[in-house]
């Protein structure tokens, strides 16, 4: 496929070279007919999958000995972009060989990460993740097909968005691997949210449990208290020299969701919150933290006194020794 048919200027930079190289030179693209299949000994499995997020669509075939459950071929046509043709191309090479319940671990994630050049670096742009997400899709269809059950049946695992078929777990891994920051980047990479949009956030016509930004909020705390806790082992006793290298943002973040961990469950409980309103370097080796109180904290006779050492002495636990917390005046 020609670059020039495909996509053009800077947003070419942003495919790999692995997702190139399948884009123009498909091994697995073509079909496998009913004559074929039982030369091999083996059951046809033909399903077609539509990808509604830009119309994309893909023809799967499967040739699958019984016996075993194994799938021995597997080939592809695919209407559309480039991107849906590599991510077919890849699905199709890891199908081939395994039994049809190992397949169901072949996700999106798996595929994409397969096409990368280096394992921190995306193998295609944002706006085209969804055709990763469409390879597991109709991998999906082919194996419900071959079980003679519905596709939502496969699904042992916690759904977020119902519309588009994403996990909790893999909205968490995606946020791992690709270090997402916002719902909009999760909606992108995952197609969570893209449609009805009620998984989100509260307010839409279905009423869940979670949503989007919980899963988003929930992720990016553990990320940073892992990276805390990482940075413990580098450094000595109490002092994290990780977190001293963080610009003010990033020193703010890592703060909050340590206070969100171990500070909140305990104002909540009180009617009462507490939340960073800057973090400054004193220059004398402190690390002044300002938060400032709501609910019925606000108020409260303890805020400048024990509930004042119970946020310090948290924090120098779990971030810094250095901390020094400071009531910022109304």
């Known amino acids: 496929m020609p670059k020039d048919s495909c996509v053009g200027g800077q947003l070419w930079e942003l495919y790999s070279k ?28 033909v399903v077609d999958w539509g990808a509604e997020a830009c119309g994309d669509a893909v023809t799967l075939y499967w040739a699958v000995d019984r016996k075993t459950d194994t799938v021995k071929v597997a080939k592809f046509y695919s209407f ?14 890891m ?15 798996v595929v994409e990460a397969g096409l990368r050049d280096k394992p921190d670096v995306p193998a295609v742009p944002p706006q085209k993740m969804h055709c990763s997400v469409m390879a597991h899709d109709v991998l999906r269809q ?10 939502e049946t496969l699904d042992d695992a916690e759904i977020l968005c119902h519309c588009a078929r994403v996990t909790v777990g893999l909205v968490k891994e995606t946020i ?4 997402l920051t916002t719902v909009e980047q999760v909606t992108q990479y995952t197609k969570a949210g893209a449609f009805c949009k009620s998984c ?26 892992e990276k805390i806790a990482a940075a413990h082992k580098k450094g000595s006793a109490g002092v994290n020299e990780e977190f001293r290298k963080m610009n003010v943002i990033r020193k703010g973040n890592v703060v909050q969701a340590a206070i969100d961990e171990h500070v909140a469950p305990i104002l909540e409980k009180d009617g009462g ?43 120098r636990r779990e971030v810094d020794e250095s901390i020094v917390v400071i009531v910022q005046q109304d």
């Open 142 to 151: 082919a194996v419900a097909t071959y079980k003679g059950v519905a596709a």
């Open 273 to 315: 919150s507490a939340d960073v309103v800057d973090v400054r370097d004193a220059g004398d080796g402190q690390i002044k933290v300002y938060i400032q109180y709501s609910g019925e904290c606000a108020d409260c006779s303890a805020r400048n006194t024990t509930t004042l050492e119970m946020i310090q002495n948290a924090l």
């Open 80 to 93: 559309g972009c480039g991107t849906a043709i590599a991510s077919s191309d890849l699905m199709c090479e």
């Open 18 to 45: 692995k997702v190139r190289a399948r884009m123009d030179n498909p091994t697995f693209r073509g079909q496998i007919t009913e004559d074929e299949a039982k030369a091999l000994g083996c059951e046809l499995i």
């Open 200 to 225: 989100i956030r509260p307010g839409g016509h279905e009423k869940k449990e979670r949503y989007i930004e919980d899963i988003l909020r929930e992720t990016r705390a553990e990320m940073a208290r």
């Open 95 to 109: 199908c081939e060989g395994k039994t049809i319940d190992e397949v169901l671990k072949i996700n999106n994630i």
């Open 176 to 179: 791992r691997l690709n270090n």
